[in-house]
């Protein structure tokens, strides 16, 4: 690629057509999910188990850039990282990722995981015109277990999901924001 190093793209266009598209799905899977609850009266369940399947598809295509395009060892914590975040070395600033961006992903990852699986196992009560509801698959207290994971783990996305809009607008981050949008954040790091 040519042109300075602050041309250099952060995010090539499919991660971030699956960074935007996945904050698409996710307001929407919350926004069906809790406007019922405040009394909005609309037929959601349709929109969001669909948005629930797109969700899973675009996480699917994430894994595969992850695994056979990108490989893991950029988001994985490193001991140099951990030291960092106790305070006892100084920030790599070559790093396209810092323990604090890393340990955010693994959190939200170990979030959606629980919304994904526990999803699909809540799909088996409804219609759709792949197969048939069938509840019968769990007892009660099973069914509860489930509701309850789902349910948590929809809250606590909703944290991440205000904590990464916030961090995302401050002055010293609106760069990575940039990155996000357009691919270059003007740092000079590339991917």
């Known amino acids: 690629m040519s042109g300075s190093a602050a041309d250099e793209v952060r995010h090539k266009g499919p991660d971030r057509a699956f ?3 996945m904050a698409a799905l996710v307001i929407v899977l919350l926004g069906t999910a809790f406007l019922p609850i405040l009394g909005a009266r609309f037929d959601w369940v349709p929109i969001h188990w669909i948005s629930g399947v797109l969700l899973t598809a675009a996480i699917l295509f ?3 850039r992850a695994f056979l395009v990108h490989g893991v060892r950029s988001m994985l ?3 140099e990282d951990l030291r960092t ?3 006892r070395a100084p920030r ?6 810092d323990v604090h961006q890393k340990l955010y992903h693994w ?5 959606i995981l629980v919304l994904v699986v526990s999803g699909c196992i809540m799909m088996a009560k409804i219609d759709t015109p792949l197969w048939r509801r069938d509840p019968s698959i769990l007892s009660d207290g099973q069914w509860g277990v489930v509701y309850v994971c789902h349910g948590a783990a929809s809250l606590l996305l909703i944290f991440f999901f205000i904590l990464h809009v916030y961090f995302a607008f401050l002055p ?6 940039a990155a996000m949008a357009l ?6 790091r590339g991917t």
Do not use: I, M, N, Q
């Not at 790599?92 to 990722?97: Q, R």
């Not at 010293?172 to 924001?177: A, D, I, K, M, W």
């Open 92 to 97: 790599d600033g070559t790093a396209k990722y």
């Open 19 to 21: 960074h935007w598209a």
């Open 85 to 87: 975040a106790l305070g």
């Open 183 to 188: 691919g270059r954040d003007g740092s000079g």
């Open 62 to 64: 994430h894994l595969y």
């Open 107 to 111: 959190s939200v990852a170990a979030v």
């Open 172 to 177: 010293e981050h609106r760069r990575l924001l």
């Open 77 to 79: 914590p490193t001991g």
